[in-house]
C-alpha cells in the first residue's frame, strides 16, 4: 500500500517554458513595456497610499490639505504624523471589538463547511450510488444561483428563531451559501487522484471512512486550502450578510463598522482611514502568505475549462 | 472582547469535532447493516449533511421567495402580479435595471481585455518584477469593498470650490484652473456609474490577470512556433494560435465577473447606496427589505434576478456535462 501513497503534490503539469508570453519571452522587455506596467502599478498603488499616509495624518491636517502634501512638503507634515488615530479608532470607534467580531464570524463559517463539503465530494467521486450525476448537477446549478433567494425567508425563518443578529445566523448563513462552491472545487480535484489509490486502499480492506480520512482527505490539501482561502475572505470581506442576519450593533463585523463610520457625517478622515487600513490587515497578510494556494485553486478550476 | 475570540476559536474545533464525529456515528450506523445495504446507504450519509445545508439554505428559500414575491409588503395576503406590474412601471426601477444592465454591458468585458493586456505586459518583465506587479495588481482582491470604498473615497472627494481638494481626482482638475466637480453625484451619461467601475475592475482586474495569464502561459510552445515558421507575425499569433486556445478560460472568466456584476451590491451600497441614479439591482433589493420593508418586492426582485441567471447555469450545466465527457 506504501508505494501508491506518494501524494501527487500537484496535478497540474509544471509550465516552466513560456513561450507564448510574445516575442522576447521573459526578462527581455522592452522599455515601454517595462514603463507601462510601471505606470499600471503606480495606478494601482496611488490609491491606496492616500489611505495609509492619511490614517497617520492629524485631522486638522487630513481637512485642510492633500495627503500628497505630506511628500510635497515632507518637513511640514512628517513631523505631525500620529498613530492616535489607530488607537481612537479601535477603543472608541469600536473597530477593535468589530475586528474580534470578524474572526469570530469568518473562522467557523471558513472551516466547518470544509469538512462537510469534503464527505460529499468524497462520496461523489469514489463511490457509485443511483442519483449520483443529477445531484452533482444540482450542485453545479446551485452555484450561480444568488444568495438573495435566501434573505427573505431565511430573515422570517430566524425571527421566530430568535436568532438574528447572533453569530450562529451568520455561521450557518455562510456555511449554506458556500457549500456547493466547495463540494465543486474539492470533487474536481479529487476526481484528479489516482483511482488505483482508492483500489489498492480497498483491496487492503479499508474502510471508506478510513480512506477518506488518511488518504484522500491529506491528498486533497491544496484543493482545502484553496477554498478555505476563498471562503475566509469572502466570510470575512462580506457586508452584505452581515448585514442583513447580524446587523449593526455589539456583533457587527468589521465592514459594518467601517461603513457606520463612512456613513456618518462628521466622522473625520482619520478614522475612516485607521479603520479601513485595520479591516485590510488580516485578508491581505492571509493573501499574500497563501497566494500560491489561492492562484493555485483558481488556475485549477479555470485553466482546464 | 477576549471572551469573543475564544469562543470563535472554540467552535472551529467544537464545529469540526461534532461533524467528525456525526459522520463517525453515521458511518457506524450503516456498517451496521447487512453487507448489501450498507454499500447503498453509505453514500447518501456522506452527502446528507451537505444537502441539507443546501435545501434548508437555497433550495427551500428559492421556491418559497417565488411565493413571497406573489404576496404584499408583510407577507400576509396574496396580490398576484402586483409587486412585478409596480416595479416594472416605476421610472426608478427601470433605471435601476438600465444601470445594471450598463455594468454587465461593460464590467466583464473590460476585466477580461485589461487583465489580458495587463498579464501580457507583465509576462515580459523579470520573473522577479512580473511576480511583484502581478502581486501589486492582485492584491485589491483580497480587501473588501468597504476598504476599497475607504481608498476611493478620496479619490472621489469633493469639497466646494476655494477650499482645499483633498480629494485626488479634483486636486487634479482643480490645479487645470477648473471648478472642483462632485464626481458620484455627477450622473451625466452615468458618469458616477462609470466611476465606480473603475472601483470594482481596481478590485477585479487581477483576477482575470492570474487566470488568463496562466492560460497563456499553458499554450504548448510546439503551436507557436509551428506558426512563426509558418511566417505568422506576433499579432496573428496571437490572434489565431493563442486566443483560441484560451478561449475557454476568457469564458470563464467572463462567466465568473458576470455573474459578481449582476448581483454587485456593496460596492455602489457603500459609496452612493444608489443615489445619484446609480442604483442596481442588489442595492434596491437591499432597500425595498430595510428600507421600504416590504418583502413582496425584495422577493420578486430576487426572483427577476434568479431569471436572469438562469440561462448562465444552463451553461454552466452544460459546460460541465460537456468537460466531464471529455474526462
Given at each position: 500500500m506504501t508505494a501508491t501513497?506518494?501524494?501527487?503534490?500537484?496535478?497540474?503539469?509544471?509550465?516552466?517554458?513560456?513561450?507564448?508570453?510574445?516575442?522576447?519571452?521573459?526578462?527581455?522587455?522592452s522599455w515601454p513595456v517595462k514603463i507601462s506596467v510601471l505606470l499600471i502599478c503606480f495606478l494601482w498603488i496611488v490609491p491606496a497610499l492616500g489611505v495609509i499616509v492619511t490614517s497617520f495624518r492629524t485631522v486638522d491636517d487630513s481637512n485642510s490639505s492633500g495627503w500628497w502634501e505630506v511628500f510635497l512638503h515632507p518637513f511640514k507634515y512628517i513631523p505631525q504624523l500620529t498613530t492616535a488615530n489607530y488607537t481612537d479608532a479601535i477603543h472608541q470607534a469600536g473597530i477593535g471589538t468589530a475586528l474580534i467580531n470578524s474572526l469570530a464570524i469568518a473562522l467557523p463559517a471558513t472551516f466547518i463547511p470544509i469538512l462537510i463539503a469534503a464527505f460529499a465530494a468524497y462520496a461523489f467521486t469514489f463511490m457509485r450510488f443511483p442519483g449520483r450525476d443529477t445531484l452533482f448537477i444540482l450542485i453545479v446549478s446551485m452555484l450561480?444561483?444568488?444568495?438573495?433567494?435566501?434573505f427573505v425567508p431565511i430573515l422570517q425563518l430566524y425571527s421566530q428563531l430568535h436568532l438574528?443578529?447572533?453569530?450562529p445566523a451568520a455561521w450557518l448563513a455562510h456555511i449554506g451559501f458556500g457549500m456547493s462552491l466547495a463540494i465543486f472545487i474539492l470533487r474536481n480535484y479529487m476526481s484528479t487522484l489516482p483511482k488505483e489509490v482508492i483500489e489498492s486502499a480497498k483491496i487492503d480492506g479499508a474502510s471508506h471512512f478510513t480512506t477518506f480520512w488518511r488518504l484522500i482527505l491529506p491528498m486533497s490539501t491544496p484543493a482545502l486550502a484553496a477554498f478555505a482561502i476563498f471562503q475566509f475572505l469572502w466570510t470575512w470581506n462580506d457586508l452584505l450578510v452581515a448585514l442583513v442576519?447580524?446587523?449593526?450593533?455589539?456583533?457587527?463585523p468589521v465592514t459594518i463598522a467601517v461603513n457606520n463610520l463612512l456613513g456618518q457625517?462628521?466622522?473625520?478622515w482619520e478614522l475612516v482611514t485607521a479603520g479601513g487600513i485595520l479591516s485590510m490587515i488580516i485578508p491581505v497578510i492571509v493573501f499574500l502568505s497563501m497566494q500560491r494556494f489561492f492562484v493555485r485553486g483558481l488556475t485549477a478550476g479555470s485553466v482546464k475549462g | 472582547m477576549l471572551f469573543k475570540g475564544f469562543s470563535a476559536i472554540l467552535t472551529v474545533l467544537a464545529g469540526i469535532g461534532v461533524a467528525l464525529v456525526l459522520y463517525w456515528i453515521l458511518n457506524k450506523i450503516v456498517e451496521f447493516l447487512p453487507g448489501k445495504w450498507e454499500d447503498r446507504i453509505k453514500p447518501y450519509a456522506y452527502i446528507a449533511p451537505a444537502f441539507l445545508a443546501i435545501t434548508l439554505y437555497l433550495i427551500y428559500p428559492a421556491i418559497r421567495t417565488v411565493f413571497l414575491s406573489f404576496k404584499n409588503d408583510d407577507s400576509t395576503k396574496f396580490v398576484g402580479t402586483k409587486n412585478y406590474t409596480d416595479l416594472l412601471k416605476s421610472h426608478d426601477f427601470q433605471q435601476t435595471l438600465y444601470n445594471t444592465l450598463l455594468w454587465i454591458l461593460i464590467v466583464p468585458a473590460a476585466t477580461i481585455v485589461l487583465g489580458l493586456a495587463v498579464g501580457i505586459l507583465a509576462d515580459h518583465l523579470r520573473p522577479g518584477s512580473e511576480k511583484a506587479s502581478k502581486t501589486i495588481i492582485f492584491l485589491p482582491m483580497a480587501i473588501s469593498a468597504v476598504g476599497a470604498a475607504t481608498v476611493w473615497r478620496f479619490v472621489y472627494a469633493y469639497s466646494p470650490p476655494g477650499q482645499p481638494q483633498i480629494g485626488l481626482l479634483n486636486a487634479i482638475w482643480t490645479a487645470f484652473g477648473r471648478q472642483p466637480i462632485p464626481w458620484l453625484a455627477t450622473s451625466t451619461l452615468h458618469f458616477n456609474s462609470i466611476l465606480l467601475m473603475v472601483m470594482m475592475l481596481w478590485m477585479q482586474i487581477g483576477f482575470s490577470m492570474v487566470l488568463l495569464s496562466a492560460a497563456i502561459k499553458g499554450v504548448p510552445t510546439e503551436t507557436l512556433e509551428a506558426a512563426r515558421i509558418d511566417g505568422a507575425n506576433e499579432r496573428q499569433i496571437f490572434g489565431r494560435v493563442i486566443l483560441p486556445q484560451i478561449k475557454g478560460t476568457i469564458v470563464t472568466v467572463f462567466v465568473t465577473v458576470t455573474i459578481g456584476v449582476m448581483k454587485i451590491f456593496d460596492i455602489v451600497y457603500v459609496m452612493t447606496n444608489g443615489n445619484f441614479n446609480t442604483n442596481v439591482i442588489g442595492v434596491d433589493f437591499f432597500n425595498q427589505l430595510f428600507t421600504n420593508i416590504n418583502n413582496g418586492a425584495a422577493a420578486s426582485i430576487v426572483v427577476m434576478l434568479t431569471v436572469a441567471v438562469i440561462p448562465i447555469m444552463i451553461y454552466q450545466v452544460r459546460h460541465f456535462r460537456a468537460e466531464e465527457a471529455a474526462r
Open positions: 501513497l506518494a501524494p501527487p503534490t500537484d496535478v497540474r503539469p509544471k509550465k516552466k517554458r513560456r513561450g507564448a508570453g510574445g516575442e522576447g519571452g521573459a526578462g527581455r522587455a450561480v444561483i444568488p444568495n438573495y433567494v435566501a438574528a443578529g447572533t453569530f442576519f447580524i446587523g449593526p450593533g455589539e456583533n457587527q457625517q462628521g466622522t473625520g | -
